[in-house]
């Protein structure tokens, strides 16, 4: 038996619950890997039993093969061979109007708010100013691209020297091959700042690693001439942003290194990362004073409220619930007062009381609908991190608790050297 350790801590911190996501998302992630592998290995044993079988003398029997040595394959793999996101990309293209927006609305991949600080930080992240604008999709296919915003609506159509991106005669690569890329759209120059590569080429990136995609998107992006200043037939530049690893210099140069573009906040991303849709803890927004002008909800004329406001998702039990996956419940209203038409409701918070950072009481006052253009309701995470800064500009004290989050406000403010 190992000696005793007299230096170990008496008491382990507590593990947060967005450590623990992350720590859960990993484990799937390289499971999924582990059972690609295993599919692959059975298709290949199968292929070459079927040519050792070809080479057989023909006087010996035939030997049929034992079903269960074949690979499981999706319904959608057996008739095409293709991937199931390739298969619903295709698909999408083919779709109209709100199917269409409803469709492209649950594509991109959602950070969290950073509520502590990740394990292994500087040598498992990456991190980047985000610039302000519109987040979106930009898709290049059949000689023209389209971007869609974050609910699901177009944004631009225009010609681009994205692959397929536009109708000239010097299109390289076949004619049904698609790209994907993961956008923000900076009004002020009027450029595609690219943040990430989902699809090049018809080539999926889904389920690669953060690391190997914002390789591939540097190495491949300058190749086409996207790049390049607008055009006849490229109508709006891109360009990729600055990416760092998360030490000191890196954490410095995107939070105070000077920028083409408007900040609005650092977003991270674990090296390990797939791109998965909807809300992950494997990607994470953090924002402050310093490095945005949206940190926390504002009127219309830029003044702070009284009292924050957040967006809930009605379900037909008349529950309230948050975008995280599992969802957050919030409380849940009478379903009398229940309307069908309602989708997304906006609730003022009244009073909130967390314990070990943990959900505990909520007083929420119902104040209406949400337009129409809101395609989720808030994250956990964003409201937690929003009512403790709020709560740290004086503007109202709240019972918080929020032990983690105010670790990683000292996190930064040390590494930032703030006063």
């Not at 350790?5 to 996501?21: E, M, T, V, W």
């Not at 631009?156 to 397929?164: D, E, I, T, V």
């Not at 995280?324 to 906006?346: A, H, N, R, T, W």
């Amino acid at each position: 038996m190992a000696p005793h350790d007299l230096r170990r801590p008496f008491k382990r911190a507590a593990i947060s619950d967005q450590q623990r996501r992350r720590d859960l998302t990993l484990q799937r992630q390289a499971q999924g890997r582990r059972d690609a592998q295993q599919q692959a290995r059975c298709l290949a044993s199968t292929v070459l039993s079927l040519q050792s079988q070809s080479t057989q003398p023909e006087y010996e029997p035939d030997i049929e093969l034992e079903p269960e040595s074949l690979p499981d394959l999706l319904p959608e793999q057996e008739e095409s061979g293709a991937s199931s996101k390739d298969l619903d990309v295709r698909h999408a293209s083919k779709l109209k109007g709100a199917e269409a927006r409803k469709w492209f609305a649950r594509q991109l991949m959602l950070p969290e708010w950073m509520i502590d600080v990740p394990d292994c930080l500087a040598q498992d992240w990456y991190v980047f100013a985000r610039p302000a604008g519109k987040r979106c999709f930009v898709v290049s296919s059949n000689g023209t691209t389209v971007s869609r915003q974050r609910n699901g609506s177009i944004l631009h159509r225009f010609p681009s020297a994205l692959p397929n991106g536009a109708k000239t005669r010097d299109v390289s690569g076949p004619s049904q091959s698609y790209s994907i890329l993961d956008c923000i759209f900076h009004e002020p120059d009027q450029t595609y700042y690219v943040i990430d590569m989902v699809c090049w080429r018809g080539y999926s990136l889904y389920d690669c690693t953060a690391e190997f995609r914002f390789f591939w998107l540097n190495s491949k992006l300058g190749e086409t001439g996207a790049c390049s200043p607008p055009s006849f037939y490229h109508k709006y530049r891109f360009s990729t942003v600055p990416i760092y690893n998360c030490d000191q210099s890196g954490l410095s140069s995107a939070y105070t290194g000077a920028l083409p573009y408007v900040k609005d906040g650092l977003l991270f991303y674990n090296k390990h990362a797939h791109y998965q849709t909807g809300n992950t803890p494997l990607a994470l927004v953090w924002k402050d004073e310093n490095c945005s002008q949206y940190v926390i909800d504002t009127d219309s004329k830029g003044q702070v409220p009284s009292q924050q406001q957040v967006v809930l998702e009605l379900q037909d039990d008349g529950k309230l619930i948050t975008s995280d996956d599992p969802p957050v419940v919030f409380g849940c209203l009478d379903l009398d007062f229940i309307q069908k038409e309602i989708f997304y409701v906006l609730l003022l918070v009244m009073e909130v009381e967390f314990v070990d950072g943990k959900l505990e009481k909520v007083d929420l006052h119902y104040l209406g609908k949400v337009n129409r253009a809101r395609a989720f309701p808030d994250s956990y995470s964003k409201m937690l991190e929003a009512l403790i800064l709020y709560e740290k500009k004086g503007k109202k004290k709240l019972t918080t608790g929020g032990i983690q989050i105010s670790y990683a406000i000292c996190f930064f403010e040390h590494a930032f050297s703030l006063v």
